[in-house]
């Protein structure tokens, strides 16, 4: 018969509840402040909301036009669409960005850059939306740009979180760079054996999964580039064959747990968006299409996240209007508004502490 300490109910009892009830009741006494700080209680209570789907969120952003600054927005991610669920959070710094990108989310921890509104300055963060807690990060050698794509995780062997940083410059691929929180700085990685050009696309972070960071190349046919985050070491998958030299966009996400390709191009004339998932992790025959959707008005598309009734949300630019929207296969999602220059990324809500960079 297994004995529990008052301490384990308190912490089974703490661990489910959302962080908002958790930063309230810090203030109950030192002794509950003292173990909602803890390391061990934050990854605690962080695994178990992975597994609960009332702590998964979207965080998005959208231009505001009426006052020219950038907003970011929460919701909960649900395929029943409840609009009175979106939260408006406060930007970071307390600053009212003129505009602002958000590069990737892991673990509740978000890299965001803001440009501030009076002062043309460029502030690449650490933000914890839930907490508030934010950091600026270290400058890298390339800096990153608006089309810079970026990935961040936690590596277990050596039980810190890394970003990886992939750019493009305007003739040559520019060198990766990894920033391990705990070190504190930037350092270049060794590039990939062979002469590939890197698709990478800003508005999307680097797919992490299997303990690797997975992006799109080309040499003389595409691939998936793998890049194992604890050894370094680059590998190769291979795309589905119906993928093609006339699509105009390739990309890598993670849908569900599994890996996934994406393509906007062209069949018979009309403008298709085309998804498939990676049943088996490496496995090039697993390869399995999710559906095709023909739209004449939809120039680019991106999967953002997979409900449990398998119907995928995505992210997509309108030719006519040049305005980004979201929609199922179903057709339009309402519950996040159309608009200029958005995107989002699905959220974890948790205590992890963007201050593990010291």
Known sequence: MDVYSEEDILVGILNRLPVRSLLRFKCISKFWGTLIDEPYFKMKNLTHSKKD?????????KLCPKKSIFSI?????SSVQLVEDVRELNCPLNIEPR???????C????IIKVYENRIERQIPLL???STGES???PAPEFPMEEFSCLGMCFDSTSNDYKILLNGLSDHNRVPGEVLA????SWRKIVEHPRDIYYMVHGMHSLAFIHGSFHWVGNSKNYFVVSFAISHEVYGEISLPEQISLSSINIGISILDGMLCAYTNGYIQGNRTFMLWVMKDYGLEESWHNI?????????IAAPKYRFDDGDVLFWCLHCESGENAYRTQRGPFTLLPHGILQNGFDFTKSLVSPRLLT
């Not at 927005?73 to 991610?77: A, G, L, P, T």
């Not at 559906?291 to 939809?298: G, L, P």
């Open 53 to 61: 789907k009332g702590f998964q969120k979207f965080l998005f952003y």
């Open 181 to 184: 929180l705990k070190s504190g």
């Open 291 to 299: 559906f095709s959707i023909a739209d004449h008005d939809k120039c």
């Open 99 to 105: 505009h602002c990108i958000v590069y990737c989310c």
């Open 127 to 129: 933000w914890n939306p």
């Open 135 to 137: 950091i600026v990060l």
């Open 107 to 110: 673990d509740g921890l978000v």
């Open 73 to 77: 927005y929460c919701c909960s991610i």
